[in-house]
């Protein structure tokens, strides 16, 4: 779990705000703008150092050796002709016997070999070293041989004999072999090892095992080698190209030696009320985690009844072997929790006390208790699984001792006898991070086997300085942990112990990385459900336009709205709008012409794009009011673009253009027409035909007027016209539903145009001088009060959205619309929100054809000038001073 730092501190949270696009977009703004190491297990340990204390006696007087300064004998020397022979007795004794040829200058001073007892003192006797030129000692099962002077010593043949007088270690009232055959070093010639024994000392559980380093496992293992038992002999060289080539044999005596039984025996017998037994459940769960629950009966004579405690251990979480999974999930240590009849401590989980107890019969105390664990289950690649389970001991004491245990082993799934591989082990260790070393004892154990499990029953008293421990191994079985569990173990084993500070680090971080996983899983799980709601209700959408008609088709319809966005931004970056002015509303050609003309005029600036595309196209509400209907799209797009100084040369643009990132921004763009027009395929302005009547569209000048029909191209009466365009932060709020419902033949959203038409004029008139853009377009009385025009120059505007919020009609019809829009004060200022009141009248009809247009020359369909002239500049027939349209009558300031 240390890997969920590495990956938090490469999440990045991306955040998509509004880029540059045609119009200004972007520049609108709102007014809410650590290293583990591996368990070990039974065959197999981590390579690490260990020592055994053992004494000897030696027959020579001069085996003490002074060597309290300079150079130590070595434990490593290089040797040939290697050969151990031992001799096993039924006694318990042995006689070993190794010869060897040492090469020339391993050591100085002289060299040190093990004895081949493991965690054992051996006493030890007639020792004899050849040559006689050679001092010898031994201490703590070593033998340490000394050179008779302080030079490099010569090639030389050396043999050592002696007599082991208990070659065994007593377990209770068992006796255990347990002895380590090694190398003089890794270089050395393979040794050669010739082991008999009497006929009626080992029993048949022995076993010889060949150690060797697993690189996959980063750990040490056993291979068992045959043994025969009809010669009472072994023999036994190890291969050349082995680098670890130590053999091991484990086994138990026939029969306890007179010496030892008579000692253990005594020893049992005084402490009738210092033993305790075990009864243990351990159920085996298919998630890895272990469920136990226990027994325990001791004396009420005992002395340490208020004071028995028990140690779970620091054992580490074996990594090497796991799963990428299981090595990112666990953390480095095993984990204990959900304790039961234990009292745990504050500050440590290192051990537990028991519970208050219950008397039982045979004046014994009861302690019943359970917990789980994790972490003592792992995989080991393709040779299927392991696990240890602990037999609860408690903590050393001369007053305690284990005398027996039932184990009870409950599997949640099937554990198959010929797959399973089982065995105890002992190790002579407090508070370790392994269960076990290389003195571990290791004792086979034959279970008696059920339909959901097995049992174990042990019935001879176990020393206190061993921690007992079962090592199941399972072929066939992986284990995958489940990161919810372990969040609440960890969590509940701290909840336990909060002084302690048990795996912190752990929860902190697995908390934070859940945090994250929740808020993506909630993140995933609300877009999923907005795409499908998305889905459904653009469904209905389709089904609801169906009704009015039978030959929409979105994909088309799409289509058009693609190639109407493209052809739009073309002409924005060209600077000139008039060809796509059939396209657009009145109010959407003003706002790009208008702009244009600012930008240039005002700013001295131009606006470039490259790269343009449409991603998406989504319909997200639509609306029938009066005679009209309209759709409104999100529409997200991707380009390049940046503004320049006009004077800027065309090479330098393209140049600053192919060097800049690209941009995404969303608009809403809202497309209307009549509500009773039916779609014509391929009939209409991209194919260069009238949509009204189909003939082919000539454009010999500036005209929106069909020379055939009449038809308007950009009214909406015949087709689809972009009649709106909202920034997305306003889209919500846009919507006014205090206004009072609308006279039947008044359709809101012309008068919205209508107003967004006019607004995009008084922007020009206030900021260009001499302007004549609204003198057609307003009542007398306020043609008057404009003042003079350029009096107070519009720097980068954008409308963000505007909606009707008032309409009347007395003696005349009135509407005002709210725009919400954002201008800097000066170049180069950030542009600030406002919220202005425009004001409008309709003091004679308007001509119901021009619909989203804007009233042209009868003649010919040509725009009117802007100049203060009486005929048009095309037919040169007469134009009318004030048009028949919505003017406008005044605009006040609500919002800063």
Same mark, same amino acid.
């Given at each position: 779990?240390?890997?969920i ?182 270089a ?15 029993s ?151 519970? &208050? ?48 245990f ?27 991070s ?13 279970p ?13 008293? =176990?020393?206190s300085?061993y ?66 709601r ?22 088309l ?20 709008? &008039? ?98 027009t039916?779609?014509k ?9 009238c ?21 308007i ?10 009649t ?24 809101k ?58 309409y009347?009609n ?27 009141h425009?004001? =409008?009248?309709l ?54």
């Amino acid at each position: 779990m240390r890997n969920i730092f590495t990956l938090l501190s490469l999440l990045v949270f991306w955040l998509n705000s509004l880029e540059a696009r045609p119009g200004m977009g972007n520049s609108y703004r709102s007014s809410s703008s650590s290293s583990s190491s591996s368990r070990s297990s039974y065959s197999s340990y981590k390579p690490s150092s260990s020592s055994s204390s053992s004494s000897s006696k030696s027959k020579d007087s001069s085996s003490s050796y002074s060597t309290s300064s300079g150079p130590e004998p070595t434990s490593y020397f290089e040797t040939k002709n290697h050969t151990i022979s031992i001799h096993f007795h039924e006694d318990g004794s042995a006689d070993v016997k190794e010869t060897f040829h040492v090469l020339k200058d391993q050591s100085k001073i002289g060299i040190r070999r093990p004895s081949i007892l493991i965690q054992k003192e051996a006493e030890i006797s007639d020792l004899v070293i050849l040559p006689e030129s050679i001092y010898s000692s031994h201490n703590a099962g070593t033998l340490t041989l000394f050179w008779s002077n302080n030079e490099q010593n010569p090639e030389m043949d050396i043999s050592v004999s002696y007599k082991i007088k208990e070659a065994f270690v007593p377990l209770g009232k068992l006796s255990l072999v347990n002895w380590r055959i090694t190398k003089t070093n890794h270089a050395s010639e393979p040794f050669q090892l010739d082991l008999r024994w009497d006929p009626n000392s080992f029993s048949k559980d022995l076993r010889i095992q060949k150690e060797v380093f697993n690189s996959s496992l980063l750990e040490y293992e056993r291979i068992s080698i045959p043994v025969s038992f009809e010669d009472f002999h072994f023999f036994y060289q190890t291969k050349e190209k082995d680098e670890s080539a130590d053999l091991i044999v484990i086994g138990m005596l026939n029969q306890i030696p007179n010496q030892s039984s008579e000692k253990n025996i005594s020893n049992h017998s005084n402490s009738h009320d210092s033993v305790y037994t075990l009864e243990e459940t351990v159920t085996l769960k298919a998630n890895g985690s272990h469920f136990y629950s226990s027994k325990i009966q001791i004396p009420n004579k005992n002395p340490n009844l208020d004071q028995l405690q028990f140690q779970l251990g620091l054992n580490r979480f074996h990594e090497s072997g796991e799963s990428t999974w299981n090595q990112f999930w666990m953390p480095a240590f095993q984990i204990s929790y959900g304790f039961e009849g234990l009292t745990t401590y504050f500050w440590h989980l290192f051990s537990v006390s028991l519970s &208050e107890g219950s008397d039982g019969p045979n004046e014994k105390k009861n302690y019943q208790f359970s917990y789980h664990t994790l972490g003592e289950g792992s995989n080991r690649m393709e040779n299927g699984i392991e696990r240890w389970i602990r037999i609860t001991k408690l903590e050393r004491s001369e007053n305690l001792e284990l005398d027996s245990f039932s184990l009870r082993v409950l599997c949640e799934e099937t554990c198959e006898p010929n797959l399973t591989e089982l065995e105890l082990v002992f190790t002579a260790c407090d508070y370790c991070s392994d269960l076990l070393d290389k003195s571990s004892l290791f004792i086979p154990v034959q279970p008696k086997w059920e339909t959901d499990g097995f049992t174990i029953l042990w019935q001879n008293p =176990l020393p206190s300085q061993y921690a007992v421990s079962l090592r199941m191994r399972e072929k066939n079985k992986e284990i995958t942990y489940n990161p919810l569990l372990i969040y609440y173990a960890v969590l509940n084993a701290f909840m336990h112990s909060p002084g302690s500070g048990n795996h912190t680090g752990y929860l902190f971080s697995i908390g934070i990385f859940f945090v994250l996983i929740g808020l993506t899983g909630l993140y995933v799980w609300k877009r999923k459900k907005k795409q499908k709601r998305e889905k459904q209700t653009f469904k209905s959408f389709v089904s609801e336009i169906k009704k009015f008609d039978v030959n929409f088709d979105f994909n088309l319809f799409k289509e058009k709205v693609t190639t109407i966005t493209e052809k739009t931004v073309l002409a924005w970056n060209n600077g000139d709008m &008039e060809p796509v002015r059939n396209f657009l509303s009145a109010a959407v050609f003003q706002r790009f012409f208008i702009q244009l003309h600012l930008m240039k005029d005002v700013d001295g600036e131009v606006n470039r794009m490259k790269d343009f595309s449409v991603l998406s196209v989504q319909i997200i509400d639509f609306s029938i009011e009066s005679d009209y209907l309209t759709l409104h799209l999100k529409l997200k797009c991707k380009t390049k673009d940046n503004t320049f100084a006009k004077q800027t040369s065309e090479l330098d643009i393209q140049k600053n253009l192919d060097h800049i990132k690209f941009s995404t921004y969303e608009e809403i763009h809202s497309y209307t027409r009549k509500v009773n027009t039916v779609t014509k395929p391929k009939i209409d302005l991209i194919h260069d035909l009238c949509p009204s009547c189909g003939a082919s569209a000539k454009f010999s000048h500036s005209t929106n007027k069909c020379e055939y029909c009449g038809g308007i191209f950009n009214s909406g009466e015949a087709d689809w016209v972009l009649t709106e365009i909202t920034q997305t932060v306003e889209w919500d709020s846009a919507k006014n539903p205090k206004l009072k419902s609308l006279p039947e033949n008044v359709a809101k959203q012309i008068l919205e145009d209508r107003a967004t038409t006019i607004f995009w004029k008084w922007l020009h008139f206030q900021s260009i001088q001499g302007s004549q853009i609204l003198k057609r377009e307003s009542t007398n009385e306020t043609n008057s009060e404009l003042g003079e025009p350029g009096k107070e120059p519009m720097h980068s505007p954008v409308v963000g959205s505007c909606h009707l919020v008032k309409y009347e009609n007395h003696l005349v019809p009135e509407m005002t619309c709210e725009i919400r829009w954002s201008v800097a004060r000066k170049k180069g200022l950030v542009p600030e929100h406002r919220r202005s009141h425009i004001r =409008l009248v309709l003091p004679k009809e308007r001509p119901k054809s021009i619909g989203f247009s804007e009233l042209s020359c009868e003649n010919c369909g040509a725009p009117l000038p802007e100049v203060d002239v009486n005929e048009c500049s095309y037919c040169r027939k007469p134009i009318p001073k004030v048009i028949s349209d919505w003017l406008f009558h005044s605009i006040k300031m609500v919002s800063l």
